[in-house]
Each structure stands twice: as C-alpha cells, then as structure tokens.
C-alpha cells in the first residue's frame, strides 16, 4: 500500500528538509536517481519529480549528464512560493495569525522541552548566525529556527499543520536594526527560560509572533505576497481541509471507514451499503476510488456485490473479528490516527477555552442532549469523543483553526475503523471516556471555560494513552513507527 503522504511531495519535504537543516549543504552533489530510489523505497519517476520540484524552488541546480547539486539552503525569491503577488485581505491574514497563536505556541514550547544536551546545538548555531544588520538572512533564519523546533515534536503531520499556515514563508515587513535586536533578546530570554525548566510567560510568547502582528496590522495598506507553494500564509483559508485530504490513501481510508461502520453495528449482515454515486458524494472521491474500496472488501469477505443488488454486507462483528489485515497494510492510517491524537492532546486546551466563549448557551445543552442520546443507544458510544471535538471546532472561531481541527475529527474517525482497535462493547474505559465528556459539557454549561479546557485535555488525552497501549498489544504500533522515522524530521 502507499504511503498515506503523495510519494513526490514526500521525497521532496524530505530532501528540502535535509538541505536547509545543513546535512547536505551548499555544493554537494547529490547521489544518482537509482541510489535515491534506494534510499526512499520509491521510483525513479517520484525522484525526478521531487528534483525538479527542488530545483524550481531554488535549492537544486540540474545539468544534463550531471548529478544534482545543491546551491541554496534557502527558497529563492523567484521559485514557485512567489509566483503570484496580490493584496492580502487583513481580516484573512489576522485569521492565520490568531490559528497560528492559539495552535504554535504549545507546539514550538514542547519542542523546546523535548531539546537536551546536543539537541540544542542546532538552534544555539542558528541563533548564533542571525545578525539583525542582515534582515533577508536574519528573519530566513529565524524561520528555520522555529522550524527545528516544529520537527523536534517528530510528528510529521504536526509538521504539516503549521507548515499550511505559512509562516515559513514569511518575513515581517520593514523591521528596523532594533527591531532585530530586540527580537534576538526576547529569543535569548526564551531559551534560558526553558532550558532552567521554567514556565514562559504569554507575554513572552506574544512577542515572538509580534512582527507578524504588525504584518497582519498593516494588510489594508500594504503588499503581501500570495503564496502558491503547499504552505501559503495567505492562500483562501477554506482550501486547507482539500490540501490535507489531498495527501490521504483514498481508497483505503473509505474502505476502512465503511468496515468501522459495519463494526459498530451502523451495517448489519443483509443491509445494502449506499450506491457508488452516493459514496462519491459522502467522502468527496471519484468513481475509481470507491470501486477500489469495495474490492479490498469483497476479498476480505466482508461485502458481496451484484447486478441490481448493489453492495450487501455479508459479515457479522464476530466475522469482522476474524478477518486477518497484516499491520503493515493499515500502518499508514494508524499512524496519522496516532499523530492525530497528539496534535490534538497537545493542541486542545488553548482551542477549547477559546470556542468556549464562542458558544451560546442552548448549544451547549443541545451538547449535553446529545452526548446522553449516544451513551444510550447501541453503539454510538464510541461517537461521543468525536461529538465533543465537532462543538470544539465548531466554536473555534477562525476559519483555519476550523479548518484543522475538522480535519483532527475527521482523523479521530478512523480509530473505528482499525480492526479491533476499539471495542463495540461498554467496557470501563468507554464508561470513563462519557463520564469525562459529560464533565466537559457540564463545566461548560456552568460558564467554567478554564476548567472546560482541562476537561476537554484529559478527555483526549486519556484516549490517546489507551489508543498507544492497544497499539502495542495488537502489534500495530511498530509497523505505524516504519510510516516514517521522526528523528529524521530534525536531526
């Protein structure tokens, strides 16, 4: 099965990684397309593509007869990323600068704590090198600065989530000598701060992000440049779910979904599945993806299909049960389910105090209604988590906070797909995980946003430690850690 990540766009992240991080630094030439296909178990026509993607960037000259050489750590100016420029919408660039508040800074904070010893020679050298009399190479390096500390969660779609905001790509306008200065000081005071196991104060934070502030302050008056790269700062805020379902194992995903369905009871034996047309339409694929979805099924036994019958389910949950899928084939969804969890644990407290003062009164009851309907009807117990996260996104209150923390319920989804991961039955975990959800809804109710969030933390926390150790007892765990090696996004 592929990998769950377009194989190109893979190869591509991953050598751009390794050249701005320095491991292969300006000059090198790079080995030959067969090593390369060696090197990243994937074809010859996935490398040339990855390389010229690499090449139109600005980090990779190409000659005929020649192997690649790198000649930039940095994306030249007039590589694909500024191919357009147009005037950025404010209100548009103030919505990415709040996501990005509210999701960045827990994310960079624990990639700083996860940094010991040698670890930190990388961002001190960084560091070392930003010289506030040289803004171009001052604020590229403070990107990857930040950067390094994204990968040090080694968590490829955390990665990916901040990277769609953009901010790699951006450098604050016409900040002055001073301006830099003063920015290098209140990194210095972060790292010591850290580094003596303290905890930064939000002020601390805010100044971090205060030159994209001020950026986003200035968006009526000003030009910004309209990214066209896979990370735009200012690409429509409403694409960012189509992007992250791009890069998805289509069929695979709907056919485990179709399987989760059936598990829990939503199928059973005799019912007919919706028509191909109406796949098409739930899960936004084509007609050649939902015939390869309901083939994987039909070879395992689970559905029949025939001429003015349709797509019947064939298999009961003891059947299901039974069914032998080698880890390796579901690694991918697996993991994205487990780096799913903890964005989302790592995430939750700063978006759910937040969609807390978004919410009125009668939808959180409405809330509480419907988490004791699922607890009471067969099955849908294990649809309250997912209740709980839908209100969270709902309330988010920006557009590309929406958009990822839709995608996080989305991927929440697939734990009831994954072949006896989660069990059908109220067992005293299921029984936890409602109690933890009604507590959630009732803080809520009370008008408790703080308590609310620790609520909503230790919800999503909790399943993610049962989710690890069912990893683990049913083999799947190491298989998902072979998707990808997450030192690999830093070091």
Known sequence: ???????????????????????????????????????????ERTIRRALELLAQDGYLEITARKRPTVISAFAAPQGRALLNARKADATQVNDLIQTGRLLCYPIYLRGMRLCSGSDWETPEALFA????????????????????????????????????????????????????????????????????????????????????????????????????????LLAKTDTLERRFSLVQERYSTVCLDLLGLIAIGRYQPGDRLPTHDRLQEIYGVSRDTTVKAVRMLQDWGVVTTAPRRGICVEMDLEGLKKIRISPESIACHVRRYLDSLELLSLTVERVASHAAVQARPEEVEQLRKDINRQWEQPYEHQLIPRTLLDFIAEHAGYHALQSIYRMLAWNLSIGRSIPKLISPDKNPQNILIYRQCMNAADLLKSGDAERFAMAAVNVFEQIRRLIMEECRRLGYWDAAMLVYDGKSLWR
């Open 1 to 43: 099965m592929k990998n769950d990540v377009i194989q190109y766009e893979r190869t591509y992240h991953r050598l751009k990684n390794k050249i701005e991080c320095g491991i292969l630094p300006v000059g090198t030439r790079l080995p030959g397309r067969s090593v390369l296909c060696k090197e990243y178990n994937t074809s």
């Open 129 to 232: 090198h930003m010289d506030p009399e040289q803004p171009d190479e001052f604020w590229q390096l403070c990107n990857r600065l930040w950067r390094f500390f994204i990968a040090r969660n080694e968590n490829e779609l955390l990665l990916r989530t901040v990277d769609s905001l953009g901010f790699q790509e951006k450098e604050p306008p016409q900040s002055s000598p001073e301006d830099r200065i003063r920015y290098c000081s209140h990194i210095k005071n972060l790292f010591q701060t850290v580094k003596s196991g303290g905890e930064p104060q939000e002020t601390e934070l805010e100044q971090i992000f205060g030159p994209y502030k001020r950026a986003a302050g200035q968006g009526e008056d000003r030009q910004f440049l309209q990214m066209v790269s896979p990370c735009p």
